[in-house]
């Protein structure tokens, strides 16, 4: 049983040719130098590309400084994409590439990440349990669960709440199949909800 | 052998990520009215759902909801809203005083009458509208040729020779109006 098929399949598809055809125009104008060109493709990736950062090195307090050094390599590399339909995955393996040399780099300079593993959720015995959080405090709390997120999962989980990726884009992007992305994303639902017991009110 | 729990998760969790077909839909929500603890579990998930998108994406500076939908009394209300600016902008237009029509009303009628949304009046003679976009050539100068005319004057063996030097010219078309 196919649950994803769209009403129709037609239109979706010449709507999926169209796009295409632009955003083959599009990187074609950015190879070629063009402002404009590459400012529309960073505008209209950024933001999975800042989830694929984020999942990756689970700290939002990165996300700016890795995703500048991407689109600085974007600018500078773009010539070498030969395809461009595979401008997203190009792209991913870019993003990826720079956030775990920013972890590492982060790594290899201070001990600031052992300061924060330290202080993650659930090793805290003075917070103690709290019924409900609210605010800051309760957006604080539920980032580190995130980030305390094995990478996984937090990847997968990350692009389908920041974007409402669905999973067969999410799949795609991952080089994972549909099924493995919805298992992936039950195992980390089911560990925030471990982590989380009692701190978010339904 | 399946564990039910995993199951109900599995099934609460794609249907969160609106993944799930009616045939699933429909088996949760069954689900979920005859067991409490079901209801309970579904409840924690969709909060722990909602709280994290708002989370993740106030920290990466996205906004909170993008993709939500409006609900249908704010969209009720937005058309409302416009339709009325509608229906007051026209009324304005129809209440507000009209230039003169004919040529024999006079300068200060027309001071007094004037509105900020007619024409200005015309002034002098007729205007004659222009193009809004026109080419205009414009001469490149390239190799240049000599041409003679020569007429025979009334001496025989004399004649007068014009020389005229030409320029090739040839149009173009031009992105900005000098």
Known sequence: MNVLTPPSNMNRMTDA?????????????????????????????????????YGTIGRADLVDDVAQQVWTQVWQRLGSLQDPRRLRAWLYAVARNAA???????????????????????????????????????????LRAVEALPALYREPFVLRHLEDWSYAEIGNLLGLSVETVETRLVRARRLLRETLQGKVEP | MSNPTHDLERLISRCLDDECSPPEQRELNARLRRDPRAAALFEEHAALDREIKHALRSALHRTPDRHRPLPLWERVARVAVLAAAACLAVMFWFTSPRQPTTPGETTSALAQTHSWF?????????????????????????????DWI????????????????????????????F
Do not use: C, Y
Not at chain 1, 24 to 41: E, K, T
Not at chain 2, 128 to 135: A, G, I, S
């Open chain 1, 17 to 53: 040719t169209v796009d295409a055809e632009m955003a083959h125009a599009l990187i074609a104008q950015a190879q070629r130098g063009s402002r404009p060109a590459v400012d529309q493709i960073v505008r209209e990736n950024e933001g999975w590309v800042r989830g694929v950062i």
């Open chain 1, 100 to 142: 775990i040399d920013a972890s590492q780099d982060r790594r290899r300079r201070s001990t600031i990440g052992l300061d924060f593993v330290a202080d993650g959720l659930g090793d805290n015995p003075g917070r103690g349990p709290v019924k409900s959080v609210v605010g800051d405090e309760l957006r604080e709390t539920l």
């Open chain 2, 118 to 146: 007619a024409a200005p009046p015309a002034v002098g003679d007729t205007l004659v509208e222009q193009p809004e976009r026109f080419n205009r050539p414009v001469n490149w100068v390239g190799k240049p040729k000599t």
């Open chain 2, 150 to 177: 020569v007429v025979p004057t009334d001496q025989p063996g004399e004649f007068l020779v014009i020389e005229v030097n030409r320029v090739l010219t040839r149009s173009t078309r031009v992105r900005q109006d």
